[in-house]
């Protein structure tokens, strides 16, 4: 039985589909698997596992890479505090504290209401509105204190659900292209493929023999 909903499920073996091989998918797979339990659970990983015919070791080794992918339950609102270079020089540092009071948790960590998760960033690339504030990886420019406070607010409230959706939603806008081409046309060239580069490989091992032969 799957561990992903049907809508989910269904938008996974589309994506696999869309590669030669399966396990290219494991990327897109996981941000699904996420984008369904919020973070990456042990049944998420079993379920990528499986679609990309790896193992969930392999599976786990690869997200654990990524700071996007969230391998223990998170807040429904990952907050994140640049504190680079430009951030620094302008109160990113006082910003992640003041984070700290206000969200009633420490860095790395979870609010006990479950709503909030602080994390303190690298560089999220918007260093002209320093310091640089994300949640749930969407832009929210509050550069001051009196700013974050007012955003939490407005996120406790609801009030910016329709620009902040709840952690592991990557994109809300569905993939409309991609692969338009029959499933059986498809398999027959990916079949045409393999067998070419099989001959090809054959032909190189049968010329290395002759070779050697000829010494």
């Known amino acids: 039985m799957s561990h992903f909903r049907a809508d989910i499920r269904q938008r996974a073996e589309e994506l696999v589909a869309l590669y030669p091989r399966k396990r290219s998918a494991m990327l897109p797979l996981l941000h699904l698997a996420q984008e369904q339990d919020g973070y990456l659970s042990d049944e998420g990983i079993a379920e990528v596992a499986a679609l ?15 700071d996007m992918f969230h391998l223990e339950p998170v807040g429904k609102y990952v907050v994140g505090v640049c504190t680079n270079i430009a ?61 974050f406070d ?12 329709h ?27 990916r079949a045409a493929a393999l067998a070419a580069r099989t001959e090809r490989a054959e032909a190189a091992e049968a010329a290395a023999r002759a070779a050697q032969e000829a010494k």
């Open 52 to 66: 990309t015919d790896t193992t969930p070791a392999d599976v786990r080794g690869t997200a654990s890479f990524y």
């Open 87 to 147: 951030c620094l020089l302008a109160g990113g540092e006082e910003l992640l504290e003041h984070a700290t009071t206000t969200l009633g948790c420490a860095v790395g960590a979870t609010s006990s209401d479950g709503m909030f998760t602080l994390e303190e960033t690298e560089c999220l690339a918007d260093c002209n509105q320093a310091p640089c504030v994300q949640v749930n990886h969407r832009y929210v420019r509050t550069t001051t204190p009196a700013a």
């Open 150 to 161: 007012a955003m939490v607010t407005d996120l406790r409230e609801g009030r910016l659900d």
């Open 163 to 189: 620009d902040v959706p709840t952690h592991g939603t990557l994109i809300r806008v569905k993939r409309q292209g991609g692969l338009r081409v029959a499933k059986d046309d498809l398999a027959a060239e």
